[in-house]
């Protein structure tokens, strides 16, 4: 299947698994890990049971988990606020 990667640019978050990029969503983010939706079929099945993607704090350097707790935290924080300015 090839390497696996992660990338963040002005779109989003994205999972690269060899040649297929997939949007994540996160729902979990702490100092040990983050947790991702990984959206990668765009099927009802893909909506009845998506995928999840762990990412652990030692399975990148110090910086790159940094950079990517804290684009996570704050797509979570700008959903959450999204939610509320609609009600």
Same mark, same amino acid.
């Given at each position: 299947?090839? %390497? *696996? ?8 978050a994205?999972w690269?698994?060899?040649?297929? +990029?997939?949007a994540?969503?996160? #729902? !979990? +983010?702490?100092?040990?890990? #983050?947790?991702? $939706? +990984?959206?990668?079929?765009? /099927? ?5 049971? %998506? /995928?999840?993607? #762990?990412? @652990?704090?030692? *399975?990148? /350097? @110090?910086?790159? @988990? !940094? #950079?990517?707790? *804290? ?9 959450? *606020?999204? +939610?509320? /300015? $609609?009600?």
């Amino acid at each position: 299947m090839g %390497p *696996s990667f992660i990338t963040i640019d002005e779109n989003g978050a994205f999972w690269q698994q060899g040649n297929k +990029v997939h949007a994540m969503e996160f #729902v !979990r +983010v702490n100092g040990v890990q #983050v947790i991702a $939706k +990984v959206m990668r079929e765009r /099927s009802w099945l893909g909506r009845i049971w %998506p /995928s999840y993607q #762990v990412i @652990y704090r030692d *399975s990148l /350097s @110090y910086h790159d @988990y !940094r #950079v990517l707790r *804290s684009f996570a935290a704050q797509q979570k924080m700008l959903k959450r *606020s999204e +939610v509320t /300015s $609609k009600h």
